[in-house]
């Protein structure tokens, strides 16, 4: 049984995902350190756990596109946290991205880049004092490109590429580094879109599972669970029968 070590640095912590993971962590005791490019979004998050939790917290600010800022937060921090967890995601338009190459640059540098730089340096660090976990939040869009959302997959099969390796290099060394794989979930991002009630998951729902994976041990999840059935289908068609589906 693997425990939460504090405290938990949660990057993307003004999503909806990033904000029900701390009050999940802060359930369960641990201290939290919240990043977000825009930090004063999180005054009322940070009044909110230690309300409901009596948590211990405070607000960073990272602009996580920016390689100055990325440093400058790397600097700033007081200590290397026990536990990261890598919320940052952006959907973007499949079409706007297939015409124009800056669209398609920052789903791909806020999905892949930007973050697999920035927990590549705390990984270094967390290797150095041999403890902590790393949690980045792929998604099953990385299990195989598809003509719906190629630009947005690529960048999260990137992502998962990078944390598999850096679970390779890190094994033995004290630092669990955990691959998550959402489906479809009911956030602010998928606001608008066609979710099937079945597949959607909800930020809590998303949050206790990712906890309760990393307390366990747990590598690579998918979430819901019914997700990896779908994508092992997915994976496996021919390809002469999937470039037809256009799904």
């Known amino acids: 049984m693997t425990a939460i070590l504090s405290p938990v640095l949660i990057i993307g ?11 999940e962590y802060a359930r369960r005791g641990a201290s939290l350190v919240l990043a977000a490019r825009r930090v004063e979004r999180l005054d009322p998050d940070l009044r909110d756990l230690l309300h409901r939790h009596g948590a211990t917290a405070r607000a960073v600010e990272l602009d996580i596109l920016d390689p100055a800022e990325r440093e400058a937060f790397l600097v700033g921090l007081n200590e290397v946290p026990g536990t990261v967890v890598s919320v940052v995601g952006l959907l973007g338009d499949q079409k706007a991205a297939e015409a124009d190459p800056e ?14 730089l920035l927990l590549s340096a705390l990984a270094n660090r967390m290797s150095e004092r041999g403890a902590g976990t790393i949690i980045g939040i792929s998604s099953v869009a990385g299990d195989r490109g598809r ?6 997959g690529s960048a999260k099969a990137g992502f998962t590429a990078f944390l ?8 033995g060394r004290g630092v669990q580094v955990m691959t998550v794989k959402p489906g479809f979930v009911a956030t602010r991002m998928t606001r608008g879109l066609k979710l099937s009630k079945a597949l959607t998951a909800s930020p809590d729902q998303v949050a206790k599972v990712i906890v309760e994976a990393q307390l366990a041990g747990r590598t690579v999840i998918y979430i819901l669970g019914r997700w990896r059935l779908i994508m092992l289908v997915i994976r496996l068609l021919p390809e002469p029968i999937f470039m037809r589906m256009k799904i």
Do not use: F, K, Q
């Not at 912590?13 to 701390?22: E, F, P, V, W």
């Not at 598999?164 to 094994?171: D, E, H, V, Y």
């Open 103 to 116: 669209a398609a640059r920052m789903i791909m540098e806020t999905n892949y880049v930007a973050p697999a």
């Open 164 to 171: 598999s390796g850096l679970r390779n290099r890190l094994a």
């Open 13 to 23: 912590a003004s999503s909806d995902i990033g904000r029900a993971l701390a009050h």
């Open 147 to 152: 003509a719906t959302n190629y630009v947005y």
